[in-house]
C-alpha cells in the first residue's frame, strides 16, 4: 500500500510535469488523504475480508500452488 502511494507520487510528478504544472505538497495531501478516505479504507476492508476465505477455499479445493 505504501508503494502504491509513492508510485501514485512518482506517475502524478511525471504527468504534472509533462502538462508544464507544479505538483505541490499541499495538493500531494490534499489528493493522496482525499482518495485514501474515499477509495483505499473500503478496498482494504474487502480485501481482508474476501481474500482469505477465498484462500482457505482454494486450499480446501487442493488449487493451491504453495504446497
Not at 27 to 54: M, N, Q
Amino acid at each position: 500500500m505504501i508503494l502504491g502511494r509513492l508510485i501514485y507520487v512518482i506517475v502524478r510528478l511525471v504527468l504534472l510535469g509533462l502538462s508544464g504544472n507544479e505538483f505541490t505538497m499541499t495538493l500531494f495531501l490534499s489528493d493522496a488523504f482525499a482518495s485514501v478516505f474515499t477509495k483505499a479504507v473500503p478496498g482494504i476492508i474487502l480485501h481482508l475480508v474476501l481474500i482469505p476465505p477465498v484462500v482457505l477455499a482454494m486450499e480446501r479445493a487442493g488449487l493451491s500452488l504453495n504446497e
